[in-house]
């Protein structure tokens, strides 16, 4: 083979090593796609495929035994104009958007800024805050499911003990997403740990700057440490703002959407239209407008990360 | 004490206002991770009492008698060893699958330079925004189709083929940080592609692997939604589903000692994942912050 393109290159002067150059990246490309051929498959099976047949499914009625009956946008017409459930569960979804994902961001910050201080022990603190984090979601709405038990949880059984009145946690309509955005802010480990690190890596001398030119404290946290910190908020904020528009397993498990539908959220209603009510054209609709959703305000973040997240180099 | 801060002069002042403030800030410390705590605790206490004891006002802490027998029982009221077995396949083959497949495609969008190869890992970056409702009726029919509900296939067999982008983007990070020289060496001494990702690239990128597998074992034990949608038979649930079904078998009825025993079986259910964290806690700490800092 070598041999051959060598007396190619001999007898046709100077095309000959382009050919060979050309001949050397083909075999480079198919070498690149026979390694990353399994994702192509997985990809193409598991991904492309069910986001366009989904899609398909969304311009349908469909129940999983016979074939899809074609609708065109008439799903889409229904979730908007007749469903008062799915405006109810949007309402629901994005008050865990708004009011949830800011009081994890700023706890998980402000918890991380402890962390960072020079301290003892701070691997053992880091631990306490983290482990709620990997605790498996079941176990968790197990345990806050007795936690918050109206009449003899940890909560009300203290306050009853002490002549307090009880608070109806998740049985009443306004406490049940205070409830859950409570849990929710418990088992933020990973986040924490996402600030900690970036905080480890503000470099000390913009402190002792900072210091001589006679900031104090607060104005050290204000001018250096959050500007320094915005590309892990960034991130941050986009990967809870993507969980929490999908959110469907605690809910599910500690309220299946109750009381009164106070807790459906999205991801709960999907779910009942899908494998409760088995109306997979319904539930596929509300999918892609979810996708829609979660890449708009995606977009919407990442377009005014300009304003707010200082990139330092 | 004396703190270790990066302004030397402090170490020589450290006055009555200072020891204040230290005292304060442990103070603050010691409540907050007592708060996080707190669940567990209660959630242990109450895994080890009697009834009367569970409903006592104000709740007590500290369980008299002891009562173990409540994790027995509470095992043996549903199948828990199927649903440990069940979730054992589960993992060990999600987290086999995985390791496999992403350090393969790892590989080819780190070490081979080839032309495409970034625009096609922005699509694998892209599938991470995929909310997994937009996939899961069609996968759903799929394997319904292919008779592959009640079984683990649909939940292990798409690890064989990359589909955690989240591990193929942590792994071809940790494959970059590989002198490329090492490569080019090999290449010179006639190694092939494959020869150099298994026998150079692979033992050097263990701790790498490493990382990938503990989170997908976590992953498949935590996993709800995925054995909810394709497990129908009770007899086929891993220990997540289990879990929740002991909760509505309790939930039918006034069953004695149904407090304790659901939270021994939630014991249980935490502990495994707990252990594996406290002894590979750096790694895992590594792994996160990796994926915080790269994005």
Known sequence: MAELTYAQNLRSGSAAPKKRRKKAELRRIAVGLGFI???????????????????????????????PHFVGLANYRHLFMDDSLFRTALYNTMYFVIIGVPVGFVVAFLLASLLNQPMRGRAFFRTVFFLPAIT?????????????????????????????????????????????????TWAQGA?????????????????????????????????????????????VLVTSLIESFQSFTLPWLLTQGGPDNSTELYGVYLYRNAFVYFKLGYASAMAWLLFLIICGFSILLMKTSARWVYYAE | MVSRTAFSERRFTITGLKITRRVVFYAVLCVLGGL?????????????????????????WIPNPIIWRNYPNALTYLPFDKY????????VGVTLGTVISAALVAYGFSRVRWRGRDAIFWVVLA???????????????????????????????PAFFGSSAFSIFLLRQFFRTIPMELSDAARVDGANEM????????????PSLAVVALFQFMDGWN?????????????????????????????????????????????VVMVPVLVIYFFTQRVFVQGIVVSGMKS
């Open chain 1, 37 to 67: 051929s399994p994702w192509i498959i997985g990809f193409l099976a598991f991904t492309f495929y069910p986001m366009i047949a989904s899609f398909y499914y969304s311009l349908t009625t469909y129940d999983a035994i016979s074939p």
């Open chain 1, 136 to 184: 498996p979601l079941v176990g968790t709405a197990m345990v806050w499911l007795w936690i918050y038990d109206p009449q003899f949880g940890l909560i009300n059984s203290f306050l009853a003990g002490h002549g307090f009145k009880a608070i109806p946690w998740l049985t009443s309509t306004s406490m049940a997403k205070p409830a859950i955005i409570i849990i929710l």
């Open chain 1, 191 to 235: 986040t924490i740990l996402v600030f900690l690190a970036a905080l480890q890596g503000v470099p000390q001398h913009l402190y002792e700057a900072a210091t001589i030119d006679g900031a104090n404290t607060l104005r050290r946290f204000w001018h250096v440490t959050i500007p320094m910190c915005t590309p892990s908020m960034l991130f």
């Open chain 2, 36 to 60: 996080f705590i707190l669940p567990f605790l209660w959630m242990l206490s109450t895994s080890l009492k009697l009834d009367p004891q569970v409903y006592h006002v104000p709740p007590s």
């Open chain 2, 84 to 91: 440990f077995f069940n979730t054992m396949t589960y993992c």
């Open chain 2, 127 to 157: 599938t991470m925004m995929l909310p997994f409702q937009v996939q899961m009726i069609p996968l759903y029919i799929t394997f319904k189709n292919l008779h592959w509900l009640n079984t683990y296939l649909p939940l292990v067999v």
């Open chain 2, 195 to 206: 020869t150099i990702f298994l026998r150079i690239i692979l033992p050097l990128a263990k």
């Open chain 2, 223 to 267: 996993d709800f939604l995925g054995p909810l949608i394709y497990l129908n038979d009770s007899n086929r649930y891993p220990l997540a589903l289990g879990l929740q079904q002991l909760q509505t078998a309790f939930n039918q009825g006034t069953i004695p000692q149904q407090w304790p025993q659901l939270m021994a079986a939630s014991t």
